[in-house]
């Protein structure tokens, strides 16, 4: 009960911290703006505590006291600064349309949460510690970070080399933390932190494309999400790489909140953008690749249609936002951690036989393949669920979201790119990469995906009333 307790304080000054930005102020409707405050606020919240709790072992002050201290003392901050937060006004969000089956759609949404919520139960008392990664790396090292004196950096050891040391510390550092204030180790506290992230995930897929596309495509977007079996056997696992989708995601769903503002607040769209991107840098390796191409997604996009005046106006709210987690994954680096072997101790020669190897990339194809495949079952695979969609609905292109769909296609795009090239150039063997890594990098990219997707589809709406008109009119001849 107690690591609940600290994980509810760190949601609670998370929300507090997205609160501030007023992004969500004004928007349509209620329930959704509300819900996307808070799942942000929940992934904001696991941030900025872990790197309190990484801060303060630097200084020699992380004691219950100090940690707990130093958490309530930003919480007052926030508190009092709530009455000068940035208000919005007014928006330029567009009308949108009602349906009338939202009620069946909920229900549906309803039936399939029950149904993940007993899988899980059984998943977790069959396997309370996680699988592998979980007790072997991040469980293991947020272990090594209670440890007293200067004794907590031997979770950055390289006697740990075949646990990856050099693994950024957001998610153990938050467990670490949890277990700090809670004042014991148990399984409660990493348990909390996954299904958080998967609950953050979901909330922030449905609130988004509720307040951009409609209520139905929200709930629409969740059905299709929990038909993705292989994205959600992982939540409890304890693995990276959910809240890494969820920062994913939290990046590209600030920029697309930021298109219904103008003036100061639109910019402070591109900052919280930016310090989910920082934070996805501090979360897994993949996230520092995450960094680099949305930062050179979006110079080029802001650069081309702005000029570079522009576009340095907004980027430059972006970086200033992305610093934190950026300064704290340098320091970590730097002076922490063992150095990275992407390339382990292969010659330029070995690495252009590989590229020009037609096996690996029929190896990589086939991977590729399998792994699409199972990310459902039959016919209520997602892909299948989404092509039926897109053939009733259509695509519906809204020129007001070009910049968070045109961001979010290419910076998955250049993920892709990114994934690949390390395929093909790494040193351990191939097959064996493939299948313990695959299937985890599909769930990174799956939410991000998924809304990018429903930001394009056609909305589900009631007929307008002279169409409805006109079709009594045709029944009644």
């Given at each position: 009960?107690?690591?609940?307790?600290?994980?509810?304080?760190?949601?609670?000054?998370?929300?507090?911290?997205?609160?501030?930005?007023?992004?969500?102020?004004?928007?349509r409707?209620?329930?959704?703006?509300?819900?996307?405050?808070?799942?942000?606020?929940?992934?904001?919240?696991?941030?900025?505590?872990?790197?309190?709790?990484?801060?303060?072992?630097?200084?020699?002050?992380?004691?219950?006291?100090?940690?707990?201290?130093?958490?309530?003392a930003?919480?007052?901050?926030?508190?009092?600064?709530?009455r000068?937060?940035?208000?919005?006004?007014?928006?330029?969000?567009?009308?949108?349309?009602?349906?009338?089956?939202?009620?069946?759609?909920?229900?549906?949404?309803?039936?399939?949460?029950?149904?993940?919520?007993?899988?899980?139960?059984?998943?977790?008392?069959?396997?309370?510690?996680?699988?592998?990664?979980?007790?072997?790396?991040?469980?293991?090292?947020?272990?090594?970070?209670?440890?007293?004196?200067?004794?907590?950096?031997?979770?950055?050891?390289?006697?740990l080399?075949?646990?990856?040391?050099?693994?950024?510390?957001?998610?153990s550092?938050?467990?670490?933390?949890?277990?700090?204030?809670?004042?014991?180790?148990?399984?409660?506290?990493?348990?909390?932190?996954?299904?958080?992230?998967?609950?953050?995930?979901?909330?922030?897929?449905?609130?988004?494309?509720?307040?951009?596309?409609?209520?139905?495509?929200?709930?629409?977007?969740?059905?299709?999400?929990?038909?993705?079996?292989?994205?959600?056997?992982?939540?409890?696992?304890?693995?990276?790489?959910?809240?890494?989708?969820?920062?994913?995601?939290?990046?590209?769903?600030?920029?697309?909140?930021?298109?219904?503002?103008?003036?100061?607040?639109?910019?402070?769209?591109?900052?919280?953008a930016?310090?989910?991107?920082?934070?996805?840098?501090?979360?897994?390796?993949?996230?520092?690749?995450?960094?680099?191409?949305?930062?050179?997604?979006?110079?080029?996009?802001?650069?081309?249609?702005?000029?570079?005046?522009?576009?340095?106006?907004?980027?430059?709210?972006?970086?200033?936002?992305?610093?934190?987690?950026?300064?704290?994954?340098?320091?970590?680096?730097?002076?922490l951690?063992?150095?990275?072997?992407l390339?382990?101790?292969?010659?330029?020669p070995?690495?252009?036989?590989?590229?020009?190897?037609?096996?690996?990339?029929?190896?990589?194809?086939?991977?590729?393949?399998?792994?699409?495949?199972?990310?459902?079952?039959?016919?209520?695979?997602?892909?299948?669920?989404?092509?039926?969609?897109?053939?009733?609905?259509?695509?519906?292109?809204?020129?007001?979201?070009?910049?968070?769909?045109?961001?979010?296609?290419?910076?998955?795009?250049?993920?892709?790119?990114?994934?690949?090239?390390?395929?093909?150039?790494?040193?351990?063997?191939?097959?064996?990469?493939?299948?313990?890594?695959?299937?985890?990098?599909?769930?990174?990219?799956?939410?991000?995906?998924?809304?990018?997707?429903?930001?394009?589809?056609?909305?589900?709406?009631?007929?307008?009333?002279?169409?409805?008109?006109?079709?009594?009119?045709?029944?009644?001849?």
């Open positions: 009960m107690t690591a609940l307790i600290s994980v509810a304080l760190a949601v609670l000054l998370g929300w507090l911290l997205v609160r501030l930005t007023g992004l969500t102020d004004e928007l409707p209620r329930w959704a703006a509300r819900l996307c405050c808070l799942a942000m606020g929940a992934g904001a919240g696991v941030a900025v505590t872990s790197g309190i709790l990484y801060g303060l072992l630097r200084a020699g002050l992380a004691s219950r006291a100090g940690v707990l201290g130093t958490e309530l930003i919480l007052a901050v926030l508190a009092v600064a709530q000068r937060r940035l208000r919005a006004a007014a928006t330029g969000q567009p009308d949108l349309a009602r349906f009338r089956f939202n009620g069946v759609l909920l229900a549906g949404l309803i039936a399939a949460l029950a149904l993940l919520i007993a899988t899980q139960v059984s998943m977790v008392r069959a396997a309370p510690h996680g699988n592998w990664d979980a007790f072997a790396i991040w469980n293991l090292r947020a272990k090594f970070l209670l440890a007293p004196g200067e004794l907590w950096k031997n979770a950055a050891s390289p006697l080399e075949r646990t990856h040391p050099e693994y950024p510390l957001l998610l550092g938050f467990v670490a933390r949890t277990w700090r204030l809670a004042g014991a180790v148990s399984p409660a506290a990493p348990l909390a932190t996954g299904y958080l992230f998967a609950a953050a995930v979901v909330a922030l897929l449905v609130a988004l494309l509720s307040l951009s596309r409609g209520t139905a495509a929200g709930l629409l977007a969740a059905l299709v999400f929990f038909a993705s079996t292989s994205y959600l056997e992982q939540i409890s696992w304890q693995y990276a790489d959910i809240p890494l989708s969820f920062y994913f995601l939290a990046t590209f769903g600030c920029l697309l909140l930021g298109v219904f503002h103008t003036g100061r607040q639109a910019l402070v769209a591109y900052a919280l930016g310090f989910f991107a920082g934070f996805a840098a501090l979360t897994k390796d993949e996230g520092s690749a995450f960094l680099v191409v949305s930062s050179a997604v979006l110079a080029g996009w802001l650069g081309r249609r702005l000029g570079a005046r522009q576009a340095w106006s907004r980027l430059r709210w972006w970086f200033a936002g992305a610093l934190p987690g950026l300064a704290l994954l340098a320091d970590f680096r730097l002076f951690a063992p150095p990275v072997k390339l382990g101790d292969q010659t330029l070995q690495i252009l036989e590989k590229l020009a190897d037609p096996g690996r990339y029929l190896a990589l194809g086939r991977a590729l393949l399998t792994e699409t495949i199972a990310l459902g079952d039959g016919w209520s695979h997602p892909l299948v669920l989404l092509a039926l969609l897109a053939a009733v609905l259509r695509v519906e292109w809204d020129e007001r979201l070009r910049l968070p769909i045109g961001f979010a296609g290419a910076t998955l795009g250049g993920m892709a790119l990114v994934y690949i090239g390390v395929y093909l150039i790494a040193h351990y063997d191939l097959d064996w990469l493939l299948g313990t890594s695959l299937g985890r990098l599909y769930t990174q990219v799956w939410p991000p995906l998924l809304f990018a997707a429903f930001l394009v589809l056609g909305r589900p709406a009631d007929p307008a009333p002279a169409e409805r008109a006109s079709r009594r009119g045709k029944k009644a001849r």
